[in-house]
C-alpha cells in the first residue's frame, strides 16, 4: 500500500495576495477555503484538487515576492507538503523521520488536516499532511496535537 497519496501543496510568497488568488480564481476557477490576515503575514488556500492546494502568503517587503524569471533562479517557493496516503501511512512516514533525525516528530493540528515538519537532505524544510476532514472546514493556526498517537 502506498505511503504517499501526492503532493499536498506548495507555498509561495507573492507580493499581492489579491492578484494572486483572483487570477488563480478567474482562470482555474479554483475555490478559496481559507484566507487569514495576521499581523506578519496574508495568506490564503486555493483548493486544486481533493486532496491538494496552493498556499500563496504575502509578507510585506520581502524579496522574494515577486517570481524572477530565469529558470532555477526564480526563489519564491517557501517549502511543499506531501499528503499521506492514511493516519497510518503518517504515523509510519513520521516515525521513520524521527530515526533517521530528520525531524522531531511534534505534529501540528491544523484544524482540517495535521502536519509535521521534517528537513531533507539539502536542508528545505518539508510538510508531511495528513488530511482530517476533506473539505477543509475549520482550518486554524497551528496548535500541539491533543491526542496521545506516537
Known sequence: MPLLAGV???AVLTDNLDRFVDFYREVFDLDVVFTETTPAFRH?????????WLHPAEVVGNPHGAALPAMFDRGHLDHVALT?????????????????GAGDGTVEDLGAFQAVWFTDPDGMRVELIVIVDAELRGIHEPRPR???AA
Request: hydrophobic fraction near 40%; charged fraction near 25%.
Open 84 to 100: 499521506a496516503a492514511s493516519p497510518e501511512a503518517f504515523d509510519t512516514l513520521r516515525a521513520r523521520l524521527v530515526e533517521r
Open 146 to 148: 491533543t491526542d496521545t
Open 44 to 52: 490564503a488556500i486555493l483548493r486544486t484538487g481533493p486532496h491538494s
Open 8 to 10: 499536498n501543496h506548495v
